[in-house]
Nanobody
């Protein structure tokens, strides 16, 4: 069974940091790009970052560039999202999902991404 499990969320003050993990099982991990997405109730889901299966290509949504870093450890079937300088507007439920090989031009909208997990809540508040 294909599974992606996001973890590492929590409550953090503005300016703080969190590291999210997306741990996968049930498929050949390095064949798939992994994307991080977030959603606030009442708003559309948005792409945050994506890394290709090899880890060579990495993409970021404009508002997180310079603050978030995506990385992957294929030996552990895990993708990380290091989030620094967090802002209240980063508050959302964060999800990871997969797509074959590379992120694709529609990654920000989650085009062709599947196997969405339950997500992990990130709250940035003082």
């Amino acid at each position: 069974e294909v599974q992606l499990q996001a973890s590492g969320g929590g409550l953090v003050q503005p300016g703080g940091s969190l590291r999210l993990s997306c741990t996968a099982s049930g498929f050949t991990f390095d064949d798939y790009a992994i994307g991080w997405f977030r959603q606030v109730p009442g708003r559309e889901r948005e792409g945050v970052s994506c890394t290709s299966g090899s880890g060579i290509s990495k993409y970021y949504e404009d508002s997180v560039k310079g603050r978030f870093t995506i990385s992957r450890e294929n030996a552990k079937s895990t993708v990380y999202l290091q989030m620094n300088s967090l802002k209240p507007e980063d508050t959302a439920r964060y999800y990871c999902a997969r797509t074959f090989v590379d992120c694709g031009s529609g990654w920000l909208q989650g085009v062709y991404f599947t196997s969405w997990g339950q997500g992990t809540q990130v709250t940035v508040s003082s």
